[in-house]
T-cell receptor
């Protein structure tokens, strides 16, 4: 019952470093999403992939890139980390629009 | 701008109490409203509501949607300490495929 698996669970970076957060799902879902969660802000959508081979910007895409590697995997890349990107990052997947999204356990990222 | 507002922001009760959590929304192209429970890690899915007036129920938890007044409530009866968590309301809609707009969450603390 793995569901959505995110790696790493924790990471500390220095300003300017790059990093890729990995996400994999084993539910054969078509759609995958990346969110960030900040205190008092709720979860906000960064990027999403409606289906394999497509990606689109969400609400807060600046400073991030994504890759939908295959149906199972969706990675999030920070090219040049900034302190404002300190957050908890969640990956989610769903069968598609109108279906509930299921979340991974999150990656806690601190940028000094 | 799509908006989801939850109230109260925090709530402290004793075991056995009944609680009602509120969620109001202003979202274009509404498709569904979802409730999640978040303990230490991943938000876990509770309910998805798409139609007004139809109660969804799971054990001691129940939820209902009013699409005319643009709100939903989540009821928890006979609360237990294991119900302590952050309860998140999210609405699917807007222009991005499958985008969820989240509220800030309600922190529920249940004391023995």
């Amino acid at each position: 019952n793995a569901g959505v698996t995110q790696t790493p669970k924790f990471q500390v970076l220095k300003t300017g470093q790059s990093m890729t957060l990995q996400c994999a799902q084993d539910m054969n879902h078509n759609s995958m999403y990346w969110y960030r969660q900040d205190p008092g802000m709720g979860l906000r959508l960064i990027y999403y992939s409606a289906s394999e081979g497509t990606t689109d910007k969400g609400e807060v895409p600046n400073g991030y890139n994504v890759s939908r590697l295959n149906k199972r995997e969706f990675s999030l890349r920070l090219e040049s980390a900034a302190p404002s990107q300190t957050s908890v990052y969640f990956c989610a997947s769903s069968q598609g629009r109108g279906q509930p999204q299921h979340f991974g356990d999150g990656t806690r990222l601190s940028i000094l | 701008e799509d908006k989801v507002v939850q109230s109260p922001l925090s709530l402290v009760v004793h075991e056995g109490d009944t609680v009602t959590l509120n969620c109001s929304y202003e979202v274009t192209n509404f498709r569904s409203l979802l409730w999640y429970k978040q303990e230490k890690k991943a938000p876990t899915f509770l309910f998805m509501l798409t139609s007004s007036g139809i109660e969804k129920k799971s054990g001691r938890l129940s939820s209902i949607l009013d699409k005319k007044e643009l709100f939903s409530i989540l009821n928890i009866t006979a609360t237990q300490t294991g119900d302590s968590a952050v309860y998140l309301c999210a609405v699917e809609g807007g222009t991005s495929y499958g985008k969820l707009t989240f509220g800030q969450g309600t922190i529920l603390t249940v004391h023995p």
